[in-house]
Nanobody
Framework: QVQLEESGGGSWQSGGSLRLSCVAS????????MAWFRQAPGKERERVAG?????ATVYADSVKGRFTISRDSGTLYLQMNSLNTEDTAMYYC??????????????????WGRGTQVTVSS
């Protein structure tokens, strides 16, 4: 059982930067993907970025060049730069165990954090 806990959300102005963190109780020994998803009111949950066990990363087109996913020991990060109002959402950390492919589908992930709210104002 992998436990995930996010932090770092809050209210920010457009153009600003923030970093989200996700502490994982453990990283699986087999292939895995750690990812950040977000969900805005009335919208589907979407994968923002993912990082596989081998370090390969993937990003949504809407955040490429602005967001960076990384991990260090037991913590997953999402560096968010050049924020805009469309980045407003609840952000979730997710883990997919046994597969190194960072699927864009939320149903492929086994474990989830409770989320941290990010609100960006103009």
């Amino acid at each position: 059982q992998v436990q995930l806990e996010e932090s770092g959300g809050g209210s920010w102005q457009s153009g600003g930067s923030l970093r989200l963190s996700c502490v994982a109780s453990e990283y699986p020994n087999n292939g895995y993907c750690m990812a950040w998803f977000r969900q805005a009111p009335g919208k589907e949950r979407e994968r923002v970025a993912g990082i596989a066990a081998n370090g390969a990363t993937v990003y949504a087109d809407s955040v490429k060049g602005r967001f960076t996913i990384s991990r260090d020991s037991g913590t997953l990060y999402l560096q968010m730069n050049s924020l805009n109002t469309e980045d407003t959402a609840m952000y979730y950390c997710a883990a997919r165990v046994g597969w190194a492919y960072c699927s864009p589908s939320s149903t492929a992930y086994n474990y989830w954090g409770r989320g941290t709210q990010v609100t960006v104002s103009s």
